[in-house]
Each structure stands twice: as structure tokens, then as C-alpha cells.
């Protein structure tokens, strides 16, 4: 059963950095793509970023490139999002997501929320 539990996030002043975690459980993490997807208050799911299985390509939405990095630890199982250059149109919840985009609902964790206000 795929699990997948994020972590890092909260409420960070414009202009901060956030870095979030997300463990994955119950499937061989190093065989797939991994992603992040963020859902804003009142809006739907966006795609925020993807990372191949190694870790050698990575792609980003245009509304988060230059100030997102995507990466990941195969030997943790862990895929992170470092977050800089916050604005508050980056608040929402952020889900870690197993494969390519668009994910399953079943195949994203339970969220973390991040909110970028003064």
C-alpha cells in the first residue's frame, strides 16, 4: 500500500524558505518518478514539479521556476521541495505525489500546509 507522508511545512514571513520532506512506504521508491502538486484555498490541484527516478531531470511549473528545487535520496526514500523566494500565492497545501503528472488521488500523501503571510 503506497504511503506517503509529507513534512516542513508552515507559515514563513514573504520572502522566506521552506523546505519540505515527504518519506515514501510500500513500494519501491527508486522505480519511480516523484512529484509535488499544491492546492491553494478555493482552488484546484496545480502542478508544481516532477524528478525522474534517478534524480537527473527535473521540471517545474513556470510559477515556481528559479525559486523551487525538486531533488530526492533513493537510499532514504525521500523526495524534498526547497522552497525560497516564498510569495504568498505559494500558499497552499502541498501533496508529495508517486509517478508522473497528473497523479492518482490514491498516490499523493496527505498534505503539508505552507502559508507565506506578513
Known amino acids: 500500500q503506497v504511503q506517503l507522508v509529507e513534512s516542513g511545512g508552515g507559515l514563513v514571513q514573504p520572502g522566506g524558505s521552506l523546505r519540505l520532506s515527504c518519506v515514501a512506504y510500500g513500494f519501491a521508491f527508486s522505480d519511480y518518478a516523484m512529484g509535488w502538486v499544491r492546492q491553494a484555498p478555493g482552488k484546484g490541484l496545480e502542478w508544481v514539479s516532477d524528478i525522474n527516478r534517478a534524480g537527473s531531470r527535473t521540471y517545474y511549473a513556470d510559477s515556481v521556476k528559479g525559486r523551487f528545487t525538486i531533488s530526492r535520496d533513493n537510499a532514504k526514500g525521500t523526495v524534498y521541495l526547497e522552497m525560497n523566494s516564498l510569495k504568498p500565492e505559494d500558499t497552499a497545501v502541498y501533496y508529495c505525489?508517486?509517478?508522473?503528472?497528473?497523479?492518482?488521488?490514491?498516490?499523493r500523501g496527505q498534505g503539508t500546509q505552507v502559508t507565506v503571510s506578513s
Open positions: 505525489a508517486k509517478g508522473w503528472y497528473p497523479q492518482t488521488e490514491n498516490n
